[in-house]
């Protein structure tokens, strides 16, 4: 290798024209900006199309482009694919949506770029700030310990890793694990401490299951039994594993008891709080997680319920000394000095497995003060309201079942008719899940609750509104009414469908006002009235019964009146309305129709919302025959 020739044109990663990436820097911000700005009027999620998929399948760049090029790749084949958890509708496992600031700070952070372990610099002044909030904010005492990790998973791995090792007449950093160490958790707990247990040595075997009560919160005397056989067998116990609030149900165990059941048995007490334990911010929840204050060690997650961008979490431990022994080892290379670069803080590698670490802290700092913690806690409260929202909003609806109390924020359902059978339901909820993700209109995850499949709807979302539960609900029953109701026309030489056409109608104009002579000559002539002058009748059928029913009359000039829409009492609340009404839309279309038209009265506000949520808009200055008929409405087609 000739290194003079080499040395003679010496290279950079830097722009040849700073002005151009300045520019381009101005750009990308602008259209973050909008692109946030806008989300409401976007899907949640969709589909990586094929052309997609290939593009991001392409062999290693040997040369470069231009960054222009690059950045138009990621608007055409990255951005419209995001996976939807910055959207105000996106309900999946438990997931924050950052924040334009929390963006910002994330730029910055990268901008300058320091490895934050080691050295006196101001990286390692912000990481030890946020840290010392953390504790502020748990009750942990101010000599505790902390770090700053990736997410939960790693916070409760560094957390189980010093209860492992705080063993310390197993001197565990030079033997090796033994092979009769046992931790216990609930059937609840989520996967990532059965990873970590595995990791460390103790195994999935060794990773007592404990059985949880009706609640979903961990049975304190199944806990007691599991540990006095496993002593009388020889086991030692070492670890019990809180939950404040499961991934699955947001169940909470009692902590208290937990800690006094460790106390006795002298047990590590660690709490899995990767998003529930933020709960404590609210006033509701205080006393419930006030036992957080006295755990060993907790892992929890800035990026969930606090809406810092990812990845940001935090594992503190009460014990300092056990927290460094677990960790710290100093090689030559890493020796602290007294002055310059290589003196500071004490170097984090002694709380934690990554030598490599970014500077994560700065945007949990820059979001903190800008936004206070009193307002993270109002959202908070927000939230939980918004679950207790959206389970009455299931409870009242006839064709929705509440598969569990909600105890946080997390609500599971799951449509139910009551005519399926539990297999059937656990199919016919699983495809109304993915229709209703690839519709964009939200995405909800799902979960199994004592064999029941259900829809999860998880609300840890700062930019949710009422209006947006209402809607993933309006969906939800739309696509379960596409799925389990059938339209079909009106068969002439069955006397059933003149039966259901009249009871139907009939019904519902009594209900709310008087039969006119209008009403009698269409429901006893539908064939005359309706078909045989060039329109349609409609039915709505699940399974042999006839739910619903809907009619076109051919008006002149190319339009069609809309009309005899019915929905029988049964079947209240399945959409059923927007379901025939989007048929007799597409059968107007398939008779050549133009316009569409209605009449009906203002007092009817569930029939205006469905007409105006169909795409119908009001008239003014019209003439009716029926008496009751104050509201017009109009669709061009």
């Not at 957390?159 to 609840?188: F, M």
């Not at 460390?200 to 304190?220: A, H, K």
């Not at 199919?427 to 690839?438: A, D, F, G, S, T």
């Not at 469908?497 to 429901?523: C, M, P, R």
Request: net charge negative; glycine share 6%; with cysteine.
């Amino acid at each position: 290798m000739n290194y003079e020739d080499l040395l003679k044109n010496q290279e950079t990663l830097d722009p040849n024209d700073w002005n151009n990436i300045r520019a381009l820097g101005h750009q990308m911000v602008d259209d973050m900006i909008d692109y946030l700005q806008g989300l409401r009027q976007q899907p949640v999620w969709q589909k990586p199309t094929e052309t997609t998929k290939t593009h991001l399948n392409q062999p290693l760049p040997q040369e470069g482009q231009r960054a222009e090029d690059v950045y138009q790749e990621f608007l055409t084949h990255i951005l419209p694919f995001n996976k939807g958890n910055i959207h105000p509708r996106f309900f999946s496992w438990v997931q924050g949506n950052g924040t334009p600031f929390g963006m910002l700070a994330d730029m910055l952070a990268s901008g300058m770029n320091p490895n934050t372990t080691i050295g006196d610099h101001a990286a390692m002044y912000v990481e030890k700030q946020v840290v010392d909030w953390a504790k502020e904010i748990f009750g942990f005492p101010k000599e505790a310990s902390g770090l700053l990790v990736s997410g939960a998973t790693m916070a409760n791995l560094t957390a189980l890793t010093v209860a492992r090792n705080a063993l310390q007449d197993l001197q565990i950093r030079k033997n090796g694990t033994q092979n009769n160490l046992v931790l216990y958790c609930s059937a609840e707990t989520h996967i990532c401490v059965i990873k970590a247990t595995e990791v460390l040595g103790i195994g999935s075997n060794r990773t007592r299951i404990v059985p949880v009560n009706d609640q979903f919160q961990i049975e304190i005397s199944a806990l007691t039994n599991m540990i006095e056989a496993d002593l009388a067998a020889g086991f030692r116990p070492f670890c019990v594993v809180g939950n404040a609030g499961t991934v699955n149900t947001g169940a909470i165990d009692p902590l208290e008891d937990i800690y006094q059941f460790c106390q006795q048995y002298g047990l590590w007490f660690h709490i899995d709080g990767a998003f529930g334990s933020l709960a404590k911010l609210a006033p509701e929840y205080t006393e419930k997680l006030k036992t957080i204050e006295k755990a060993d060690s907790l892992a929890f997650d800035f990026h969930k319920w606090l809406h810092v961008p990812y990845e940001s979490a935090c594992v503190l431990v009460r014990d300092k000394s056990l927290h460094q022994a677990a960790f710290a080892s100093v090689p030559n290379y890493l020796t602290a000095h007294e002055r310059g670069l290589a003196a500071g803080p004490e170097p984090l590698t002694n709380y934690g497995i990554e030598l490599s670490r970014s500077f994560k802290a700065l945007k949990v700092w820059m979001s903190l003060k800008e936004h206070g913690i009193q307002k993270y806690a109002r959202l908070v409260r927000q939230n939980l309201a918004q679950a207790q929202f959206l389970a009455q909003k299931v409870s009242e609806n006839p064709s929705l079942e509440l598969l569990v109390p909600v105890s946080m924020n997390i609500v599971c359902f799951r449509f139910n008719d009551g005519i399926h059978s539990e297999e059937a339901l656990n199919q016919l909820n699983k495809e109304i899940l993915m229709r209703l993700h690839e519709s964009g209109v939200a995405a909800p995850s799902y979960t199994l609750i004592q064999g029941k499949y259900a829809i999860r709807a998880n609300i840890t979302n700062h930019r949710t509104r009422t209006e947006d539960l209402e809607l993933m609900l309006h969906k939800i029953m739309d696509i379960a009414a596409s799925l389990v109701v059938q339209v079909v026309d009106f068969d002439t030489n069955n006397p059933l469908h003149y039966q259901a056409f009249k009871t139907i109608n009939y019904a519902w104009i009594e209900k709310h006002f008087t039969i006119e002579k209008g009403d009698v000559d269409s429901l006893e002539n539908p064939v005359k009235y309706f078909i045989n002058t060039g329109g349609a009748v409609l039915l709505a059928c699940r399974e042999n019964e006839i739910i619903g029913t809907s009619a076109l009359k051919p008006i002149g000039d190319n339009t069609f009146e809309l009309c005899k829409m019915g929905v029988s009492e049964s079947a209240r609340g399945l959409g059923i309305g927007a379901l025939i009404g989007h048929a007799a839309i597409k059968r107007a279309k398939a008779l050549g129709a133009k316009k569409l038209y209605l009449e009906t009265n203002s007092g009817l506000t569930p029939a205006l919302n469905l007409y105006q949520k169909l795409g119908f808009l009001k008239v003014e200055n019209f003439t009716s025959p029926y008496q009751r008929a104050d509201v017009a409405m109009e669709m061009h087609l």
